[in-house]
């Protein structure tokens, strides 16, 4: 008897099934899902069935979390969990090509929780695993020192702009080349050369041709300069050691105009040869 009820069913449940076909409708459960997504052409279906893979998911995140799972049913979840989200990315990429919406950029589409190590997703207690725990504290600890290292590089970065900032053209002498006194007109700088070498230099006068009074000032510069060395040198004649011969080794410089090249070669190898005789007793 308990074979013919069971036929029974069987036929009744065929019978089921085909008049549910017949009417449109379709039992979205794991058992009938469809292996490969590509399978199913309907965009109605793909999403349906990514809903029926978001419920499974989150069954199973509710219970990895339970503290009375051994290890090995933990690992066990966690596998199921990592093939889940597998297939929920397939389907999420073949609604798209069916012209649904973005489940991949959408939030709404993803599922909170898990830490990936080398492309493994661990969920719940499945991160306090024996070795598991060990590799995200090592990463954190990678992560920190990464940071540190950031920090440091852009604080260093920060101190170079603020040299930088500091340190101007002048720093680095390109001013050095300008003009004490800038492209003033020639009033100005005989005024200025006045004030800095006194009675010396008089500006009673100021001629309005420029090549004249650049000439005049370079006349009474030239004095100057002269009448300075002339007493420079009469100091040094007072102030003369043993060890210096007056006349022979001196080079004066009077009025006159300065000596030529050949007569400061001349000098100099006159005074050579004397210095040589003078070691070899000739």
Known sequence: MSRNSDKANTVLFRYQEQQAEANGYIDYNSTQRPRSVKKVTILKDA????????????????????????????????????????????????IKSLGGPDYIRSD?????????????????????????????????????????????????????????????????????????????????????????????????????????SLQILDDELLQFERKATQKRTKKFIQDKSDSVEVGENLLLIDDAAPPTQEEVEKFLVERRRRQLEQQLDV
């Open 108 to 212: 709404n589409g993803r599922v909170a929780g898990g830490v990936v190590i080398r492309g493994y997703r661990y969920f719940g207690r499945a991160k306090e695993l024996p070795g598991v725990k060990e590799i995200l504290k090592k990463q954190l600890d990678d992560k920190d020192a990464l940071k540190l290292k950031k920090e440091q590089t852009k604080s260093q970065h920060q101190k170079l702009r603020e040299l930088e900032a500091r340190a101007d053209v002048a720093y680095y002498g390109y001013n050095d080349e300008v003009p004490r006194f800038g492209y003033d007109t020639k009033a100005s700088v005989m005024i200025q050369a006045h004030e800095i070498l006194g009675h010396l230099i008089s500006c009673d006068e100021i001629l309005d041709d420029k090549a004249t």
């Open 47 to 94: 999403e349906n069935w990514r809903k029926q893979v978001l419920q499974e998911i989150s069954q199973k995140m509710l219970k990895i979390s339970d503290e009375k799972l051994s290890d090995y049913m933990i690992r066990d979840l966690n596998d199921d969990l990592n093939k889940l989200m597998r297939e929920k990315i397939a389907w999420e990429h073949h």
